[in-house]
C-alpha cells in the first residue's frame, strides 16, 4: 500500500474556510465597539451627574431662590436676582471678599516663594538631599485639622512653646490670633507653612528635567547663579510655576479648616473670608439661597481669575 501524501490528507479533510484579512474589521463592527463603549461608560456617566452635575444645579436654582428650611414655600423665582443684589451690597459680603484676596495672595506668593527657593536649594542629587526632601514633605500629608491644632497650640500663650520661649528672653507678646490686626496674617503663615511642600514639590521636579546643556554653556561662558537661574532655568519651569500658582490659588480660597480652628472668622470678622462667610449664611442662619448664590460667585471668581492667569502665563512662554 503506497504512502499517504500531505495532498492526500489535504483532499480528505475537505477545502479549507477563507480567513478575512486580519486588517480589514467586519462589516458593523465599529458600530458594535461603539454601542459596547457607550454601554460600558453609561454606569460611570450617571454616577458622576448624579455626584457633580446635580448639585451643580442645584446650587444654581436656589441661588435664584430666597430658599430657607424656617419658611415654608421660599422656593420662589418671583425675585432671581436678589440674593446676587444683597451680596454685592452687603459690607459684610464685600468685607469677606476683601479679606479673601489678601490671603490668597499672600499665601501663594509666599509658598510660590518659598517652595521655589528650597527647591533650588536641594535640586543636587544627594542621599541626604533626599532625606531633607522627605521632612519637608510632613506637613503637606498632615489633615488640615491637625495642622489647624498644631498652629492652635503655637498661638495660644498659655500653651505655646512660643510664647514661652519670647517670654524667657523678655520679649513677650500677645496672641496673634486674638488681635484683630495680625490675626490674617497668623492664618497666612500656618497655611503658608502647611501647603509652601507642594510648590516646592513641583519646582524641584520641574527643575530636575531642565537639559544639562544649556546650564553647562551658560557657566563656561561665566554666567552667575542668579544668571543662570533667571536666563536657563526659569524659562523651563515656567509652565510648572504657573501651574502650581493655579493650583494653590484655589486651594487658597478653601482654607476653611485653618479659620475655623484658629479664629473662627473672628476676632471682629477679620478672617472670615468669603467662602467662611458663606457657611455661617448657610448654616447657622439658614439662608440656603443666599449661600448658594454666594458660592456661585466664589465659583465664577475663581473660574476668572484662573482663566486670567492660565492667559497670562501662557503668553509669557510663547514670548520665550
Do not use: C
Not at 510664647?163 to 507678646?173: E, K
Not at 507642594?198 to 557657566?219: G, I, N, S
Amino acid at each position: 500500500m503506497a504512502a499517504e501524501t500531505p495532498l492526500d490528507r489535504a483532499a480528505a479533510v475537505g477545502p479549507v474556510p477563507r480567513v478575512p484579512h486580519l486588517g480589514v474589521a467586519p462589516r458593523g463592527w465599529a458600530q458594535v465597539q461603539r454601542r459596547a463603549l457607550r454601554w460600558g461608560l453609561a454606569p460611570a456617566l450617571t454616577v458622576l451627574a448624579l455626584v457633580t452635575l446635580a448639585p451643580a444645579i442645584w446650587l444654581i436654582v436656589s441661588s435664584l431662590t430666597p430658599l430657607t428650611p424656617t419658611r415654608p414655600g421660599s422656593l420662589d423665582f418671583s425675585q432671581p436676582w436678589q440674593n446676587y443684589e444683597q451680596a454685592f451690597t452687603s459690607p459684610e459680603f464685600v468685607r469677606s471678599v476683601w479679606v479673601q484676596v489678601k490671603l490668597s495672595l499672600v499665601t501663594v506668593v509666599l509658598q510660590l516663594l518659598i517652595g521655589l527657593g528650597i527647591a533650588l536649594l536641594l535640586e543636587r542629587p544627594s542621599r541626604l538631599l533626599e532625606t531633607v526632601r522627605t521632612g519637608f514633605l510632613i506637613p503637606m500629608v498632615l489633615p488640615p485639622i491637625v495642622v489647624a491644632l498644631i498652629w492652635k497650640v503655637l498661638y495660644t500663650p498659655a500653651i505655646s512653646p512660643l510664647h514661652s520661649l519670647a517670654a524667657f528672653f523678655g520679649v513677650p507678646f500677645h496672641s496673634l490670633i486674638a488681635n484683630a490686626d495680625t490675626a490674617i496674617w497668623a492664618v497666612a503663615v500656618a497655611d503658608t507653612w502647611e501647603w509652601f511642600p507642594f510648590t516646592m514639590l513641583m519646582a524641584l521636579a520641574a527643575l530636575q528635567m531642565v537639559p544639562k546643556e544649556p546650564q553647562e554653556a551658560a557657566r563656561i561662558d561665566g554666567a552667575s547663579a542668579i544668571q543662570l537661574f533667571w536666563y536657563v532655568k526659569l524659562p523651563y519651569i515656567r509652565g510648572t510655576l504657573v501651574v502650581a500658582v493655579l493650583f494653590r490659588l484655589i486651594d487658597s480660597i478653601k482654607a476653611f479648616p485653618l479659620i475655623y480652628i484658629l479664629t473662627d472668622g473672628g476676632p471682629g470678622g477679620a478672617t472670615e473670608v468669603t467662602n467662611y462667610y458663606a457657611f455661617v449664611q448657610t448654616f447657622n442662619f439658614a439662608y440656603w439661597g443666599y449661600g448658594a448664590a454666594i458660592a456661585m460667585l466664589l465659583v465664577a471668581g475663581v473660574f476668572i481669575l484662573s482663566l486670567f492667569i492660565s492667559r497670562a502665563g501662557g503668553g509669557m512662554m510663547i514670548d520665550e
